[in-house]
């Protein structure tokens, strides 16, 4: 079970970036109300153009969208011999889309939202953790990755989290500030009356 589809969180997985073809009625009718966006990319290829697209068209329209980049599939390069040069180009990439490309976030920020990840492997490893046994998974830094997906998922919930105080609980506090405020002026005016 996913503890945070527990707490109202809903998830929408889009079929695809660049498939809609008004991508901005699209980002309106969905995504205007979003507190995170996830983009999953290909750890073996660098972030498409169309996917930078949207996020253009995303960060147009909502001031300063959180976004999580998490590079899919880095089990593929398990065993590479130049698996950290790769790995420190698409960081580079990444943090460059997010702060200079959409200026969104500060490099520390940048760099603390993306994940090199397997989510097949942390799948398989959940599955195996609910059945009461040890992961069965033996490529090599298994278990560096599925550390990195477990921080993906205290960051995003975090980030949920604080988002949630901030867009949710903002609106109740603004109405209990206003009738606060309007008590006030009436129990002023009763007095003044009174006088």
Not at 144 to 155: A, H, M, N, S
Request: glycine share 4%; net charge negative; with cysteine.
């Amino acid at each position: 079970k996913c503890r945070l589809l527990g707490e109202e969180v809903v998830i929408i997985d889009s079929p695809g970036i660049d498939v809609e073809a008004d991508l901005d009625e699209w980002i309106d009718k969905h995504c205007l109300d979003s507190d995170v966006f996830v983009l999953v990319a290909n750890a073996e290829s660098t972030i498409m153009l169309t996917e930078k697209k949207f996020f253009h068209k995303v960060s147009e329209r909502l001031s300063n969208p959180n976004i999580f980049i998490l590079h899919n599939r880095w089990d593929a390069s398990a065993g590479e011999d130049l698996q950290d040069q790769v790995r420190n180009q698409h960081k580079e990439r990444a943090v460059a889309f997010l702060t200079s490309e959409l200026g969104i976030c500060s490099i520390e920020e940048a760099e603390d939202r993306i994940f090199f990840i397997s989510a097949k492997e942390a799948l398989q490893t959940r599955l195996q953790e609910a059945k009461g046994l040890p992961p069965n998974i033996h490529t090599e830094d298994y278990f560096t990755r599925y550390l990195e997906y477990q921080q993906f998922e205290k960051k995003l919930e975090h980030c949920l989290s604080s988002t949630a105080v901030r867009t949710k609980f903002a609106a109740h506090t603004a109405r209990g500030r206003d009738i606060v405020v309007n008590e006030g002026n009436m129990i002023g005016k009763v007095q003044d009356t009174a006088t």
